[in-house]
């Protein structure tokens, strides 16, 4: 059987176990092509008009993956992987909106309800509705899910140790890290180092965000994202709160962000954001009151289904030469 | 201490609860242009077009000296659960000095909720709050009861406005009772009001049943959505809302075991297109789709604050609910910026299309 996964969304977080998972149970697993102007013409063209940017890419990436002769789409339906936090309700209505608002998609999806107490979202049980579908037992997912979970936590590994989770990918599937380690090696020391706040999906697309990373090491600027971070740094500063976002990948964010405004080596924080993202639009604003506290500098960059490239590049450079000002010249 | 809170759908019944507990109570504006100006003003940019409402009418109650905002914590996990803090922030920015009372529902924290309610409380004693709270939610009971009549028989008036200044009499009425007696009698007034209003016969097969689904606030607040009901009651249309409060308050406020089905028989027929609860109020608004269709209503209109996350989901499932279940299904989006001319328009073309194939299916079988 021919699973494909849409590089979209959480790709950038769950990729690895996934794909592990399906192989582990003799499928073949394909993925959608990088994102480009063609998935995202398409995925706008076959969703409502308001909804977020990073959604219309998922629906681009999930149709283009019909032309590959695929069995099934797997799309799971993410609910909740920290007790009490939820996602995003469009990740819990994701395979809804799929298979009842996208044409062509019906019959084609197959999905399960990730429910978990953290990240690790192994338990078979999640996947036990699939069993039949896929033709396996429920034996076979309990091997499947636990080699699938070697692998996730590799991944996780290299990516908590400072690689991007696009790097973190390929150290754990081509088993040759030396390769990505050299080519990560900037030519000099860095003079910045900057937390660079955003989803998965936003920060480690290149078509949606121009290519940001590039740019940061361009100008040889050194950044750090949530997905970097240890859970019990993501925490440290939101577990007091009386009430965090309820949606558990936006409070790992809020999580960051807060721990990064207050760490000294940070020298000011982006908060790279999707237009139309709900969720986001309240953490920009206690990103706000939060430099406006500590004095460290902040700028969010919105992108959408046109950003100018020279728009983005400009800002960027002026922010950076602002803080290399703040920070050498004072 | 004067307590306010935010403004949606029949706001005596917040007051009056209030008021029976000896509380001085200061009932914002009812939101207008310059509520939606302050709003906007002070909430982040992509805020729910809810929250920025909200957020002017908190401002203008603060202005007019409230030093004590209550409010509920919303439903199911969305952005509405998260107001209060922001909101919280915002008036302490502005240097408004309250005191923030957030009600989340029984179930997710008990012991807040009990804590709420001794502020609330204050020095009465528990029986005189157990009685203000089963007085205000028979009122709310009642006054629903009147709501949906009003909804309903708005399109058969004879004497243009005639069951508009009914409904305004009828609330000044209950806001009037604070005793059993009162009420009692208000409700007999009410039901004398409303049985004078002169009515036009219409054949039933020429009614036109509309219900209004969507998210919360905007369908419960006429000020902000251009009074859609009293729009569609010119246009000759019986109307039905998917929320009362009422409902919400048995749905959000009672612990379990003393909830009624209600609710939980519409969720289970939204099942099929929208599996679980996905946060707001999606899963309910695909389920009063298929409940109007059963019922025999003849067209749906669905009212989302503008990029409202759940009801996104809902909008891109409708296309395929309104060809499944043959019944149409009008998406409105609102804003600040919600232009009521172009909308109106809209509504209208929405409203003819129905008829029009009502008539023609009479014709078709005459
Ligand atoms: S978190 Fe934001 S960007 Fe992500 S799916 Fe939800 S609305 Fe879209
Ligand atoms: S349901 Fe819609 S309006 Fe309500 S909080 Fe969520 S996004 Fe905002």
Redesign the pocket.
């Known amino acids: 059987m021919k699973i494909g996964i849409p590089r979209a969304l959480l790709y950038y977080y769950y990729f690895p176990f996934w794909k592990a998972f399906f192989e582990a149970l003799d499928m073949e697993v394909v993925v959608s092509e990088e994102t480009n102007k063609g998935i995202l013409n398409k995925g706008i063209k076959e969703s409502v008009s308001e909804i977020c940017v990073p959604i219309k890419l998922y629906i681009g990436h999930a149709i283009q993956l019909l032309n590959k002769e695929i069995d099934y789409i797997f799309v799971p339906r993410m609910v909740s992987i920290q007790s009490g936090e939820y996602f995003c309700p469009k990740f819990m209505g994701l395979p809804d909106m799929l298979r009842h608002g996208v044409k062509g998609l019906e019959g084609k999806i197959i999905t399960c309800q990730i429910k978990s107490d953290s990240d690790d979202i192994s338990a078979p049980e999640n996947y036990y509705p699939m069993a039949e579908v896929l033709g396996v037992t429920k034996e076979q997912i309990q091997v499947a899910a636990s080699v699938a979970r070697e692998q996730w936590i590799g991944f996780r590994m290299f990516n908590k140790s400072g690689f991007t989770a696009v790097e973190a990918m390929k150290m754990i599937q081509t088993n040759d890290s030396l390769e990505v380690l050299l080519n990560n090696q900037q030519s000099s020391k860095p003079v910045l180092r900057i937390g660079l706040i955003g989803y998965v999906y936003n920060i480690y697309d290149p078509f949606l965000n121009m290519n940001i990373i590039e740019k940061l090491r361009e100008l040889n600027v050194d950044f750090i994202t949530f997905d970097m971070l240890e859970e019990a740094q993501l925490q440290e500063k939101i577990k007091d709160m009386e009430k965090t976002l309820f949606w558990t990948f936006s409070n790992k964010l809020l999580g960051a962000g807060l721990r990064l405004f207050h760490e000294p080596t940070i020298d000011g924080i982006i908060h790279l954001t999707a237009f139309g993202c709900?969720p986001d639009s309240f953490m920009g604003k206690l990103f706000e009151f939060e430099s406006d506290q500590t004095g460290v500098p902040f700028m969010s960059i919105r992108v959408d289904e046109h950003t100018g490239e020279n728009h983005l590049q400009t800002r960027i450079e002026a922010f950076v030469d602002m803080l290399k000002r703040k920070k050498f010249i004072a | 201490m004067k307590i306010s809170f935010p403004y949606m759908g029949t706001v005596i019944i917040y007051k009056k609860v209030l008021e029976l507990l000896g509380h001085d109570v200061l009932v914002a504006p009812r939101p207008s242009q310059k509520t939606l100006d302050l709003g906007v003003k002070h909430s982040p940019e992509f805020a729910?077009?809810?929250?920025k409402t909200i957020m002017g009418t908190y401002i203008e109650a603060c202005e007019m000296g409230a030093d004590t905002l209550i409010t509920s914590g919303?439903h199911g996990p969305?952005?509405?659960g998260f107001y209060g803090e922001i909101h919280k922030r915002v008036l302490k920015a502005l240097g408004h000095k309250f005191d923030f009372i957030v009600f989340d529902s029984y179930a997710r924290d008990k012991e807040k909720f009990i804590r709420n309610i001794k502020k609330i409380k204050g020095n009465n004693s528990w029986l005189k709050v157990i009685k203000a709270i089963r007085f205000t939610y028979q009122m709310l009971k009642e006054i629903d009861r009147f709501d949906k009549w009003i909804a309903k028989n708005r399109a058969y008036e004879q004497i243009t406005g005639s069951v508009n200044q009914a409904w305004d009499e009828i609330q000044k009425m209950f806001d009037l009772a604070h005793t059993k007696k009162e009420l009692k009698e208000a409700i007999i007034n009410s039901e004398k009001l409303i049985s004078a209003i002169p009515l036009k016969e219409v054949q039933e097969r020429n009614k036109v049943r509309i219900g209004i689904v969507g998210?919360i606030?905007v369908v419960m607040e006429a000020s902000i959505n251009m009074e859609i009901e009293k729009i569609l009651g010119e246009l000759g249309c019986e109307v039905e809302r998917s929320h009362y409060l009422s409902d919400w308050v048995d749905h959000n406020m009672l612990p379990s075991f003393l909830k009624r089905s209600h609710e939980e028989e519409i969720l289970k027929k939204g099942e099929p297109f929208i599996e679980i609860e996905i946060?707001?109020?999606a899963k309910q608004t695909v389920g009063h789709i298929v409940d109007f269709k059963e019922r025999g209503f003849d067209g749906i209109i669905h009212l989302m604050?503008f990029g409202?996350?759940?009801?996104l989901i809902s909008q891109s499932v409708i296309p395929k609910m309104s060809a499944q279940y043959e019944i149409p299904v009008f998406t409105l989006s609102l804003d600040e910026q919600t232009g009521q001319a172009n909308n109106k328009t809209r509504i209208e073309a929405f409203i003819d299309l129905i008829k029009n194939k009502k008539l023609s299916n009479h014709q078709f079988s005459a």
């Open positions: 709900g | 729910c077009f809810p929250f919303g969305c952005r509405a998210e606030y946060g707001g109020h604050p409202c996350l759940p009801e």
